[in-house]
Nanobody, 123 residues
Framework: QVQLVESGGGLVQAGGSLRLSCAASGRTFSSDAMGWFRQAPGKEREFVAAISWSGAITYYADSVKGRFTISRDNAKNTVYLQMNSLKPEDTAVYYC????????????????WGQGTQVTVSS
């Protein structure tokens, strides 16, 4: 059974940092793109960042560019999201996604999803 398990969420003050992790089990994703999405209350799920299978290519939403960094460790079957200079508008449930078939910015292209981890940024 394939599982993606996110961790690292929590409550942080504006300007602070958090590092999210997504550990995969059940199959290896070393040949697959992976991504992070988020969903705030009353809003649709939105793209945050994605990374190619090798880690050589990354993509970011304009709203997080320069503040967030996505990375991966294929030996650990894990993808990370380093979030710096957090803002209250970053508050959301963050989801890890794996095995994109197509444009990495679109949620419908991913085959596997984690359960999400809450990130709350206070002002």
């Amino acid at each position: 059974q394939v599982q993606l398990v996110e961790s690292g969420g929590g409550l942080v003050q504006a300007g602070g940092s958090l590092r999210l992790s997504c550990a995969a089990s059940g199959r290896t994703f070393s040949s697959d793109a992976m991504g992070w999405f988020r969903q705030a209350p009353g809003k649709e799920r939105e793209f945050v960042a994605a990374i190619s299978w090798s880690g050589a290519i990354t993509y970011y939403a304009d709203s997080v560019k320069g503040r967030f960094t996505i990375s991966r460790d294929n030996a650990k079957n894990t993808v990370y999201l380093q979030m710096n200079s957090l803002k209250p508008e970053d508050t959301a449930v963050y989801y890890c996604a794996a095995a994109s078939r197509g444009d990495n910015r679109y949620a419908n292209n991913y085959n596997y999803w984690g359960q999400g981890t809450q990130v709350t940024v206070s002002s």
